[in-house]
């Protein structure tokens, strides 16, 4: 049963962003917070970024510390990925998922996906 939606992404030129939005069809199924990870063509699915339901607390990957910033919006149930300074390689699939515990950051239900093109 799907239980988020993710919507957004498209394509964009080296250098340049994209949004991506993620609402809970059930906004009390989120206990902890929600976030973010993608999977490139032939490579291993891996974490993005993170925010703690209150919005209080966020974590990032290496790869995107500095470039991506994560914020919850309450009154509309979302949250969004703002991904500035996008590279060729971050090309893939960018799944949100409603996380299960903080700060172990385990996730307990993914989207079905949604596409982000990054063009050289």
């Known amino acids: 049963q799907l239980q988020v939606v993710e919507s957004g992404g498209g394509v964009a030129q080296s250098g340049g962003s994209l949004t991506l939005t993620c609402a809970a069809i059930?906004?009390?199924?989120?206990?902890?917070?929600m976030g973010w990870s993608r999977q490139g063509p032939g490579k291993e699915r891996e974490f993005v970024a993170a925010?703690?339901?209150?919005?209080?607390?966020?974590r990032y990957s290496d790869s995107v510390e500095g470039r991506f910033s994560i914020r919850r919006e309450e009154a509309k149930n979302t949250v969004s990925l703002q991904m500035n300074h996008l590279e060729p390689e971050e090309t893939g699939v960018y799944y949100c998922?409603?996380?299960?515990?903080?700060?172990?950051?385990?996730?307990?239900?993914w989207g079905q996906g949604i596409q982000v093109t990054v063009s050289p």
């Open positions: 998922g409603i996380l299960e515990n903080w700060p172990t950051l385990e996730f307990n239900t």
């Open positions: 059930e906004p009390r199924e989120v206990k902890w917070g």
């Open positions: 925010i703690t339901r209150s919005g209080t607390r966020t």
